[in-house]
């Protein structure tokens, strides 16, 4: 017997939809009528949420080179503690990061931890060394 057989061809399409899928509470909060099309379209230094697959993105921004390798010093270090890897772009006095939890290919509250986390970690660091030139 196959499985189109047992439940029918209409609802194996639509499980294998994207724009079926069930979306948590907490990430519809989050998800906006409005949501940029491109990276390039975000609000420097900013958390927002791309689709396909759902993603949380930020493009911090820095004047100071010396700011923004600390940075990424301060997020690397931060990653290997929570044992959580989002995905770190570097160009152009920016450093743009997407971070989802691969396995369920969606955002988690692992993410928007981490994303509050690189929210912190950016204030500290524009604070203190920015202060300190």
């Not at 899928?21 to 009528?33: C, D, G, H, K, Q």
């Not at 099309?37 to 958390?47: F, K, R, V």
Request: net charge negative.
């Amino acid at each position: 017997m196959k499985l189109n057989e047992i439940f029918g061809t209409r609802s194996l399409e639509r499980s294998s939809s994207r724009s079926h899928r069930y979306v948590p509470p907490l990430i519809r909060e989050f998800a906006e009528s409005d949501v940029p099309e491109q990276p390039e379209q975000l609000a420097p230094n900013q958390w927002n949420m791309l689709r396909d697959p759902n993603r949380l993105v930020c493009n911090f921004q820095f004047d100071d080179p010396d700011i923004l390798r600390r940075f990424v010093t301060e997020v690397l270090d931060f990653q290997e503690d929570a044992r959580h890897h989002g995905k770190l772009l570097i160009e152009n006095g920016g450093v743009y990061v997407e971070v989802w939890t691969h396995d369920i290919d969606d955002i988690t509250e692992l993410d928007h931890e981490y994303a509050g986390e690189l929210s912190d970690i950016y204030e500290d660091v524009i604070g203190i060394y920015a202060n300190v030139k």
